[in-house]
């Protein structure tokens, strides 16, 4: 693949801005610098090349991780509260270029929500892991406003009743990890859900700092991970998604 096309896959701008960018000798190529804009090199995952200084690797498809910090919307146009998407550098963003340019996140946390959020551009990725049918888990730590007891835990685990949906919803698996404090596991993600099914039981979430996702499948939040930051998904990461906990 031309060189030119390498960076406009990924994200660095217009055909004309990426070739712009190789002539004026801000790429280099595994440490080679290169003014050629159709200089051709195998597109395989993880080709390194820096653009303007900056490390970048290449990936057909993009795959990330970032962990969502309270106060930020996961909406490419928000209302109150900034977006995620600014948490990501602008490649990131731009990557295909088009209509449909740059990665999606995988379901959405609420602004209050913090935790781990994927996002990728394989449309088909974002359909498995966001479709209900797939039962893909997700585990959510709680902080209640009122204490929490065994009542509550087996009313979660044997189904509640929301008012949009006849059909009880239940957690996948629920344990108390504290006074006001519960490990929640659900397999769909109906709106609010979290919150509305601590509601049916006759608590509520607290407003701050009261929800966080802390694992998709058997992937886990790393602990290094600060609010904010996001990185690729290894290999061993994408496994652990499908996983089951």
Partial sequence: MQLQEILFSQGFGTR???????????????????TDPAAEFEAIEGLRFTVQGVAWEYHEKAYLMLHKPAGYECSQKPSTYPSIYTLLPAP?????GGAAAGVQAVGRLDQDTTGLLLLSDDGKFIHRMSSPKHHVPKVYEVLAKHPVDDQ??????????LDDDPKPVRAAACEKTGENRLSLTLTEGKYHQVKRMIAAVGNRVEEVGGL???RIGSLGLPADLKPGEWRWLTLEDMASISAKT
């Fill in 16 to 34: 004309r801005v990426c070739a712009g960018l190789v002539q004026q000798g801000h790429v280099a190529v595994d440490g080679v610098p290169c």
């Fill in 92 to 96: 990131i963003r731009q990557r295909g």
């Fill in 212 to 214: 966080h996702r802390s």
């Fill in 152 to 161: 509550q835990v087996a009313k979660l685990l044997a189904g509640v009743v």
